[in-house]
């Protein structure tokens, strides 16, 4: 009954910027940490960055310094700002969100249905 939806995926050449957005709706009691994850074709899922409720962050090796994720906790949105973008960034970018539908609920973990960045050198 939760949905994620991931926006502002492009093609951009190197060194261009994108602005990615993330849209959480449905019955939501609380969204606790939310991140961008990527996946490039034959590798596997990985975390980019992420930021708890409280505004804390953390990113990926590769992308920190050009990167910079944030949130809205009143809109229930997270956004990742991608500058100075490489090849290499190139994949299918995923919204994550950690959820409670209802107080007592323990929290799970929703993803959205992804959204292509594609960079050209």
């Known amino acids: 009954q939760v949905q994620l939806v991931e926006s502002g995926g492009d093609l951009v050449q190197a060194g261009g910027s994108l602005r990615l957005s993330c849209a959480a709706s449905?019955?939501?009691?609380?969204?606790?940490?939310m991140g961008w994850y990527r996946q490039a074709p034959g590798k596997q899922r990985e975390m980019v960055a992420t930021?708890?409720?409280?505004?804390?962050?953390n990113y990926a090796d590769s992308v920190k310094g050009r990167f910079t994720i944030s949130r809205d906790n009143s809109k229930n949105t997270v956004d990742l700002q991608m500058n100075s973008l490489k090849p290499e960034d190139t994949a299918v970018y995923y919204c994550?969100?950690?959820?409670?539908?209802?107080?007592?609920?323990?929290?799970?973990?929703?993803w959205g249905q992804g959204t292509q960045v594609t960079v050209s050198s």
């Open positions: 994550y969100a950690d959820l409670r539908v209802r107080v007592g609920a323990m929290p799970y973990g929703d």
């Open positions: 449905g019955r939501i009691w609380s969204i606790g940490r």
């Open positions: 930021i708890t409720s409280g505004g804390s962050t």
